[in-house]
């Protein structure tokens, strides 16, 4: 028994006087062995190729520089903060270069990547800013709860003003409030390199790569006649 399936054939004719290339495709349906219907379809080709787009940041928006405002300050707000109220100790000089200068970097980061989705033309959701946000009022708190070494014991600037009780308190808020503000950094960093990917090429800018390297595109058979 003879099992119907679909066969085709292509033909490209280029005619001098055109400016672009006709294909001829024929399609071809044995519905039955003694007939055979075939339906010739013609039309002009047409290659687009899309440019790719080439970002360039001009200026520098007030939202982008209220952003690194906010991440330098408050990264020295982390480190720093106590020796604006006059306890500043030795350990300063670890929470420095372990605390204070990875979140900047983390902050800077982000607001690179958001710029970069700005330029590119990117609807850039809320999810970056909230993690922003977040990671800007545990590093407030982080400031105000870390304790300093000052005259052999600890001193946090809420126990300074708040009196000693407030010194285990502060010890047992500034880890978990360091923690988050490190961990929402790094989420609003996930969320604006999400935002600022480039796009997936088309098939087209494949194809178009393809021919440019000299490889020839195949075909894959048609699953009824393997």
Same mark, same amino acid.
């Given at each position: 028994?003879?099992?119907?399936?679909?066969?085709?054939?292509?033909?490209?004719?280029?005619?001098?006087?055109?400016?672009?290339?006709?294909?001829?495709?024929?399609?071809?349906?044995?519905?039955?062995?003694?007939?055979? *219907?075939?339906?010739?379809?013609?039309?002009?080709?047409?290659?687009?190729?899309?440019?790719?787009?080439?970002?360039?940041?001009?200026?520098?928006?007030?939202?982008?520089?209220?952003?690194?405002?906010?991440?330098?300050?408050?990264?020295?707000?982390?480190?720093?903060?106590?020796?604006?109220?006059?306890?500043?100790?030795?350990?300063?000089?670890?929470?420095?270069?372990?605390?204070?200068?990875?979140?900047?970097?983390?902050?800077?980061?982000?607001?690179?990547?958001?710029?970069?989705?700005?330029?590119?033309?990117?609807?850039?959701?809320?999810?970056?800013?909230?993690?922003?946000?977040?990671?800007?009022?545990?590093?407030?708190?982080?400031?105000?709860?870390?304790?300093?070494?000052?005259?052999?014991?600890?001193?946090?600037?809420? *126990?300074?003003?708040?009196?000693?009780?407030?010194?285990?308190? *502060?010890?047992?808020?500034?880890?978990?409030?360091?923690?988050?503000?490190?961990?929402?950094?790094?989420?609003?960093?996930?969320?604006?390199?999400?935002?600022?990917?480039?796009?997936?090429?088309?098939?087209?800018?494949?194809?178009?790569?393809?021919?440019?390297?000299?490889?020839?595109?195949?075909?894959?058979?048609?699953?009824?006649?393997?």
């Amino acid at each position: 028994m003879r099992s119907n399936h679909l066969s085709y054939s292509a033909v490209t004719a280029y005619d001098p006087r055109e400016s672009e290339p006709r294909a001829r495709i024929e399609l071809a349906t044995p519905s039955l062995p003694w007939k055979c *219907s075939t339906t010739e379809l013609s039309g002009r080709v047409t290659i687009v190729r899309r440019q790719p787009y080439k970002a360039t940041i001009k200026i520098v928006s007030v939202r982008n520089l209220v952003l690194v405002l906010c991440a330098v300050v408050l990264g020295l707000w982390m480190g720093f903060g106590r020796w604006l109220f006059g306890i500043g100790g030795s350990l300063t000089w670890w929470y420095a270069p372990l605390i204070a200068l990875p979140f900047i970097v983390l902050q800077l980061w982000a607001v690179l990547r958001l710029q970069r989705a700005a330029a590119l033309g990117k609807r850039i959701g809320p999810a970056a800013y909230l993690a922003l946000a977040a990671s800007w009022f545990c590093a407030a708190g982080f400031g105000l709860t870390v304790p300093d070494l000052v005259d052999a014991r600890l001193v946090s600037i809420l *126990s300074h003003l708040g009196g000693a009780g407030w010194e285990g308190m *502060s010890i047992a808020l500034c880890n978990p409030l360091g923690i988050i503000a490190f961990a929402t950094s790094i989420a609003a960093v996930a969320f604006a390199h999400a935002a600022s990917r480039d796009p997936r090429p088309s098939e087209d800018e494949l194809l178009d790569a393809a021919e440019a390297a000299g490889v020839a595109p195949t075909m894959v058979a048609h699953p009824l006649d393997r």
